[in-house]
């Protein structure tokens, strides 16, 4: 038996219709939903991510702006330019572009966005109120995940989840998304020693480590719903999640592919959270 893929694209698609509604909405009321960007050096990923997201905006009739800066630039530059954002009325989502230069202080730059303007969910305001699960402007790739779940009726209550990784931006947000919505939740990361025994439990199993196909059939148990956040770009431009999907597909029921999968979720979760912003403007 071959699992059924989980295609990000289709809800993407649906849910960016429905955002277009939501756009024009505000713009009844004056309010025209725009996203800037800042994106410091030129790591060539971050510009193809950066591209897809203006892309995404310009086509649902979200306004966005991107900032280029020098690798060099000074972290009080940074500062200022965010503080502009911050205070600008027609700016209501800012976006860093991650990762930053080696001299930057990420903990310091997060932190100094407006946590309204927030539509990474990166700020410890919603660090913190999504830990307690209230309202709040939650990451956007967890937010993708559990989107993609609902839609493809699987369900959450009481299931095993095991997360493999424990970043801001991916595996701790997507845990607590998971346990607010009532799973049980074990993170695994690069110190976990018995891997392949907790993932062997998993009714669902999240990956995000960003190691190409690192995960095959051994790791999964019959049946288990899998997810698959990885992308790494190979040098031939082709691009590969962390699990080795061919090999899984014949053990997992659900899997969802690279491309295709969680990428499109992420950037329209960014597209929701801009428009959640421009609301709390209102
Ligand atoms: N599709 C999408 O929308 C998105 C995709 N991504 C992709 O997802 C991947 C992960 O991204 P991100 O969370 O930012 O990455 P990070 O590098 O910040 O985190 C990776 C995590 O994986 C853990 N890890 C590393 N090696 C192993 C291993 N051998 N076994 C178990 N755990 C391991 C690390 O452990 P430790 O904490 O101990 O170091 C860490 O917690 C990347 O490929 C990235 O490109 C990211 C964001 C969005
Ligand atoms: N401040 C910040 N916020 C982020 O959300 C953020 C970030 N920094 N830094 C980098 C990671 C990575 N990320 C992805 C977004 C979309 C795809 C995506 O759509 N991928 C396509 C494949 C890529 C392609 O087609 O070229 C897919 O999976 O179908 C992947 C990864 C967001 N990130």
Do not use: W
Not at 142 to 150: E, F, N, S, T
């Amino acid at each position: 038996m071959s699992a059924s893929i989980m295609y990000g694209k289709v809800l993407a698609d649906k849910i960016r219709e429905e955002i277009k509604t939501d756009v024009q909405e505000l713009v009844q009321h004056q309010i025209k939903p725009k996203l800037s960007v800042l994106i410091i050096g030129d790591n060539p990923a971050s510009k193809t991510y950066v591209r897809m997201k203006q892309k995404a905006c310009e086509k649902v009739g979200i306004e966005s702006d991107v900032i280029k800066l020098q690798s060099d630039v000074s972290e009080d530059e940074l500062l200022k330019q965010i503080e502009l954002l911050n205070n600008d009325r027609s700016v209501h989502g800012i976006l860093v572009q991650l990762p930053l230069p080696e001299h930057v202080n990420e903990k310091r730059v997060l932190e100094y966005i407006d946590p309204n303007k927030d539509v990474d969910g990166f700020h410890p305001i919603n660090v913190g109120r999504l830990s307690i699960d209230q309202d709040a402007l939650v990451p956007c790739t967890p937010l993708g995940i559990v989107a993609l779940l609902d839609y493809y009726n699987v369900s959450i209550e009481g299931k095993h989840a095991v997360v493999i990784g424990r970043s801001n931006i991916v595996g701790k947000p997507v845990g607590q998304l998971l346990l607010n919505r009532q799973a049980t939740v074990t993170y695994c990361h690069s110190k976990t020693q018995n891997l392949k025994e907790i993932t062997k439990t998993a009714d669902i199993l999240i990956v995000a480590v960003g190691r190409a196909e690192l995960i095959n059939e051994e790791y999964v148990k019959e049946g288990a719903v899998v997810v698959d956040v990885g992308n790494t770009f190979l040098e031939t431009g082709k691009v590969v999640g962390d699990v080795a999907f061919d090999q899984v597909k014949d053990i997992a029921s659900q899997i969802t592919p690279v491309p295709k999968g969680v990428g499109p979720m992420t950037i329209t979760m960014l597209l929701n959270n801009t428009i959640k912003a421009a609301k709390y403007s209102m």
